[in-house]
Each structure stands twice: as C-alpha cells, then as structure tokens.
C-alpha cells in the first residue's frame, strides 16, 4: 500500500491582523478560535500575536487540504495545533475534523508552519493509502 496525496491547503495571516484582534476582542476572540493548550502556549509568549497567527493559518490550511474550509462542516476547535517534545508542529483532530479525515481515509496530516514578525504561513497536506 503505498501514500498519496488526498489534499493541500497553504494559508498565510499577517500578525497585525491578529493582533488587532486580540486587542479589540481579547478572549472572545481566543475563546471562539483556540483550544486551552493553543491558548497556553501561545500566550505564553513575550509576543504572542505571531504565535496566534501561525496556529489561525495552520487551521485555515487544514481546513482547505479537507476540502471544506471553516464553516458548516468544520469548525475552528475542531483542529488543534499541538507540539510534539521536538517542537515540531502537530495537528490533532477533534468532532468534525476527525470524521472528515476518517471519511476522506486520511492516514497523517503533515504540517509546516512558520512566521515573521510581519506574517504567519501554514502548509498541511492530507495523507492517504492507494
């Protein structure tokens, strides 16, 4: 059985958008896009706006590789970005998340995130068996 490619998203943000947000709407903002862990650790930065936003980009980018984007079908707590020991970036699936990427035979979500001061971009692609 070999893999093969069952989707791709890319979204890019820029963190003053973000940051906009977190100073005109604080926790309705975060409560309404973030699980408690997303939450935890990026707030737990000096600067947390790029933080916010590389993790907003990465459930962007997974919702476009599932194929439905934010909305009806998928909503944002339904994907959570969490950290392995490396540090590398994981995606969790959670409620309607979980059930488009078992409908779809997904086997991994590969994701890269990274960020600027200026920009956050993520890139997921949907891994699947032939």
Request: with cysteine.
């Amino acid at each position: 059985m070999s893999e093969i490619l069952l989707g791709q998203g890319l979204d890019l943000v820029e963190c003053q958008r973000i940051s906009d947000c977190l100073e005109k709407f604080g926790d309705r903002f975060l409560d309404r896009i973030f699980l408690p862990s997303e939450r935890s650790y990026a707030g737990g930065h000096a600067q947390p706006a790029p933080h916010y936003a590389a993790r907003f980009a990465a459930k962007e980018a997974v919702s476009k590789a599932l194929g439905t984007g934010i909305g009806q079908d998928l909503g944002w707590k339904d994907i959570e970005v969490v950290r392995e020991a490396s540090g590398q970036p994981r995606i969790q699936l959670h409620g309607a998340g979980l059930k488009l990427f078992q409908n779809k035979k997904g086997l991994r979500i590969s994701l890269s995130l990274t960020h600027t001061k200026q920009y956050a971009v993520a890139s997921a692609l949907l891994i699947g068996s032939s």
